[in-house]
């Protein structure tokens, strides 16, 4: 027996961009399904080789008063940016000094405590260095260090998720389309949504143990993609 046609409808043809994904106008038309309507999920991710290790640090100093708080602050953010300028940082950002005060408890006195945050990108190489001699100095506290990939090829690896997260939803479409007797499928609506970049993170320590830290054990950067299609199915 022929599939029942389905009434006229409104579709809207979109890819949704999200994260990296350049903005892409959305056109409204009116499509006919004169067939089943099927909806499949298709994702694919892909990882990629390390270019840059992203790491970020806080710094922080506490003295009686502010003004000394921050003036050992900025003799400490001297000596980490000295540290850093040695291993070649890239792209170094530090943000604004903030300072707060901890009230006075029974067997401490009040002081106060002022902090900024270190970030920029280095070789894999400079692992090593930064989490023994930068996270050795003092008031530094070393958040996780997350692998970077090429982003001159972010362009090409949407190109290739797009392509492969698309041919694994017209597989389930066409299982399921097989399973009820149907075998040709026309995409009608396809949202994408979005190439999420997964940072791979390694928590780095200063005390930590010999042997060194070798960042060929980070995990490489991963991205995925998702996308919903909806088929009509004749």
């Known amino acids: 027996m022929p599939p029942t046609p389905l ?6 043809l979109s ?68 540290a850093l ?9 530090v943000t604004s000094p ?18 900024l945050q270190v970030s920029g990108r280095l070789q894999p190489r400079q692992l090593q260095p930064l989490v023994r001699e ?3 100095l003092p008031g530094v506290r070393l958040a996780p260090v997350s692998t970077v990939a090429d982003r001159a ?14 041919q694994d939803a017209l597989a ?5 389309a097989a399973a009820v007797g149907l075998s040709r499928l026309v995409p009608l609506e396809v949202q994408v949504d979005g190439n999420e970049l997964r940072p791979m993170l390694m928590r780095a320590t200063a005390d930590a143990a010999p042997p060194p830290f070798d960042p060929a054990e980070l995990a490489l950067p991963k991205d995925r993609l998702g996308l919903l299609v909806r088929f009509c199915a004749r």
């Open 15 to 82: 890819l949704v961009a999200i994260g990296a994904w350049p903005r892409v106008a959305a056109a409204q038309v009116q499509l006919r399904c004169e067939g089943t309507l099927l909806e499949a999920r298709g994702s694919a991710e892909l990882e990629r080789p390390t270019r840059r290790l992203s790491f970020s640090l806080s710094l922080e100093a506490e003295a009686a008063t502010a003004d000394a708080a921050l003036q050992t602050l900025q003799q400490r953010l001297a000596a980490v940016r000295t």
């Open 98 to 115: 903030s300072t707060w005060q901890r009230p006075a408890e029974r067997d401490r006195p009040a002081v106060v405590t002022a902090s």
């Open 153 to 166: 090829l972010d362009a090409a690896v949407r190109r290739q998720l797009l392509r492969a997260a698309y």
């Open 172 to 176: 389930q479409a066409r299982e399921v």
């Open 134 to 136: 930068v996270g050795a």
């Open 85 to 93: 300028q040695r291993q070649q940082v890239e792209d170094l950002r």
């Open 7 to 12: 009434r006229p409808l409104a579709l809207l």
